[in-house]
């Protein structure tokens, strides 16, 4: 029987957060897998005793190579894609089943609450989460990934997640990583208008 909805995780060193997320996910997928991009901590073991198919995958400073990773592994028509850090509310998990259950939606938008350590809302926006696999449709870009060849508009959905990893050490460390990371794409692509708008935020 053809699965309806993947839940993928991209993971490295996430043995804090791996289980929460992936409970977090289970009402609502019909299967969760990692792509494993290196841990030298406990987070494949702990992914796999909390019902996740685990793959290996060597990381090479490109998010939607690890993603589309993701995509080509998962068996669901849609693929929902979680960060370690985030959380979907028991209440938003039959809203994200219904969703990808939608008549010809291709990519979905889902509301991202970033909280603090104490759970403060200190921003919100939306990211396309939800994608029916198919021929084309893909990610692209080294960093701040961008879903790409589907076809009708993405649809905004009433599904949120709420993302607890903030705190200032691990912005930094984020931050230096994305950076280079973002310098890297600019070099492979110095005339994208849109990188370069990245780059003097």
Request: with cysteine.
């Amino acid at each position: 029987m053809e699965k309806l909805l993947s839940v993928c995780l991209i993971a490295r060193d996430e043995a804090p957060n791996v289980v929460a997320c992936l409970d977090s996910v289970r009402e609502a997928a019909d299967e969760c897998l990692v792509v494993d991009t290196g841990s030298t901590d406990d987070t494949p073991r702990l992914a796999a005793a909390a019902g996740a198919r685990i793959f290996h995958r060597p990381w090479d400073d490109d998010f939607s190579a690890a993603r589309n990773f993701a995509l080509k592994k998962a068996r669901g028509r849609f693929a929902f894609f979680i960060d370690a850090d985030e959380r979907l509310p028991a209440v938003d998990a039959p809203k994200l089943r219904k969703a990808a259950g939608l008549p010809g939606l291709e990519a979905g938008r889902v509301i991202i609450d970033n909280v603090d350590q104490g759970g403060q809302v200190m921003g919100r926006h939306r990211l396309i989460r939800l994608l029916r696999r198919g021929p084309g449709i893909r990610f692209q870009g080294r960093i701040h990934e961008t879903p790409v060849g589907y076809i009708k508009p993405p649809v905004d959905l009433d599904v949120r997640l709420i993302h607890t990893g903030y705190d200032p050490e691990a912005a930094g460390r984020k931050y230096e990583r994305n950076r280079r990371l973002l310098d890297l794409e600019l070099a492979d692509d110095p005339a994208s208008a849109r990188l370069h708008w990245l780059a003097a935020q």
